[in-house]
């Protein structure tokens, strides 16, 4: 799986969470947005957290 991949398979995500947003009632928005809010921070900073490390000791390979 290479980097086109990924960015399909992020684009598929994205849309599945649109049409799913789409389709959440007034009553339940709330609770929706409060849970997808938690996810993404569970999942993003991790990522980001890995991604920034990755970077840096790239640029120390680098000097």
């Known amino acids: 799986m290479d980097v ?3 960015t399909l398979v ?3 995500l994205l849309a ?3 049409l799913i947003g789409a389709a959440v009632s ?3 928005k709330k609770t929706v947005v409060v849970v997808a809010v938690l996810i993404f921070s ?3 900073i991790p990522v980001m957290v ?3 490390v990755g970077m840096a000791e790239k ?3 680098d000097a």
């Open 50 to 52: 890995k991604f920034f």
């Open 4 to 6: 086109s991949d990924m």
């Open 26 to 28: 007034e009553k339940h």
């Open 42 to 44: 569970v999942t993003y």
């Open 59 to 61: 640029k120390e390979l």
């Open 10 to 12: 992020k684009l598929c």
């Open 16 to 18: 599945l969470g649109i």
